[in-house]
């Protein structure tokens, strides 16, 4: 697969990724009967600033699609292995590690509230875990683009 078109597999699955993130947060957790509380909650004080707490978490998700936006356009550009490239994973390893703790402490709160259901917590574990898993590839990936641009670097000087 060349450069250009992996690069296009790239936007594509980022414009995908958004599109669903949208209907996520713009659809169903607000939606009162679709939403991620369900129809038990439809009814809760605590419904709104939990919706809201929610929704804030899409932040760090959208930010984290520019940077792979602009990895995408890197690689596009035949410019793969760039220390540009290596500060736009750690960044999007940064975000990841950020949006795990808050959702997970988030969510802990509204537990201990005695707000959610008993299967809540196991689930919220599970997409912070998600979350880590993330920031930990993407700080893998960072290390390896930096070395790999210092290696490019050194290889063009010496030619």
């Given at each position: 697969m060349s450069q250009k078109a992996l690069s296009r597999w790239l936007f594509a699955i980022i414009i995908l990724?958004?599109?669903?993130?949208?209907?996520?947060?713009?659809?169903?957790?607000?939606s009162p009967h679709l939403g991620i509380l369900g129809e038990t909650y439809a009814a809760s004080p605590l419904r709104l600033p939990f919706v809201i707490f929610f929704c804030l978490t899409a932040l760090p998700i959208?930010?984290?699609?520019?940077?792979?936006w602009l990895i995408a356009r890197n690689i596009g550009l035949d410019n793969s292995f760039s220390k540009a490239n290596a500060?736009?994973?750690?960044?999007?390893?940064?975000?990841?590690?950020?949006?795990g703790v808050y959702y997970l402490i988030g969510n802990l709160v509204f537990f201990l509230i005695a707000w959610g259901k008993a299967d809540i917590p196991?689930?919220?574990?599970?997409?912070a875990l998600f979350?880590?898993?993330?920031?930990?590839?993407?700080?893998?990936?960072?290390?390896?683009?930096?070395?790999?641009?210092?290696?490019?670097e050194q290889s063009d000087l010496t030619i």
């Amino acid at each position: 697969m060349s450069q250009k078109a992996l690069s296009r597999w790239l936007f594509a699955i980022i414009i995908l990724v958004a599109v669903c993130m949208a209907a996520i947060y713009l659809v169903i957790v607000p939606s009162p009967h679709l939403g991620i509380l369900g129809e038990t909650y439809a009814a809760s004080p605590l419904r709104l600033p939990f919706v809201i707490f929610f929704c804030l978490t899409a932040l760090p998700i959208a930010l984290a699609l520019v940077y792979a936006w602009l990895i995408a356009r890197n690689i596009g550009l035949d410019n793969s292995f760039s220390k540009a490239n290596a500060s736009h994973l750690r960044a999007i390893s940064i975000l990841a590690a950020v949006d795990g703790v808050y959702y997970l402490i988030g969510n802990l709160v509204f537990f201990l509230i005695a707000w959610g259901k008993a299967d809540i917590p196991y689930l919220q574990i599970v997409l912070a875990l998600f979350a880590l898993i993330v920031s930990v590839a993407a700080a893998a990936l960072s290390h390896l683009v930096l070395k790999a641009a210092e290696l490019q670097e050194q290889s063009d000087l010496t030619i």
